[in-house]
């Protein structure tokens, strides 16, 4: 069993900040990629950012220069650290692991943090 557990959701005004973490844990041998992703209400999932074992990292267009990842690889912990937040933010973020565990690699999912943007 693999669990991932996330926190720092909420309600911020427009140009505010929050900061969301994950820590996975349970049978898991080795993380990959870790990454955030999120879906707003009437769309699909859409990656925000990732991060690998070595650091590198990709964002989606629309929160370049707004969020940044990164991860504490000795603590199985993937953090989001959002920026100039705006309406359009606005929705359930789920963090993805990609890992490794005795039944071979696999791919996880938590269980959602609502974000809401809003004066």
């Known amino acids: 069993q693999v669990q991932l557990v996330e926190s720092g959701g909420g309600l911020v005004q427009p140009g505010g900040s929050l900061r969301l973490s994950c820590a996975a844990s349970?049978?898991?041998?080795?993380?990959?990629?870790m990454g955030w992703y999120r879906q707003a209400p009437g769309k699909q999932r859409e990656l925000v950012a990732r991060?690998?074992?070595?650091?590198?990292?990709n964002y989606t267009d629309s929160v370049k220069g707004r969020f940044s990842i990164s991860r504490d690889n000795a603590k199985n912990t993937v953090y989001l650290q959002m920026s100039s937040l705006k309406p359009e933010d606005t929705a359930v973020y789920y963090c993805?692991?990609?890992?490794?565990?005795?039944?071979?690699?696999?791919?996880?999912w938590g269980q959602g943090t609502q974000v809401t943007v809003s004066s």
């Open positions: 991060i690998t074992t070595g650091g590198s990292t």
């Open positions: 349970g049978s898991i041998f080795s993380i990959y990629v």
């Open positions: 993805n692991v990609l890992g490794r565990n005795r039944d071979g690699v696999s791919n996880y």
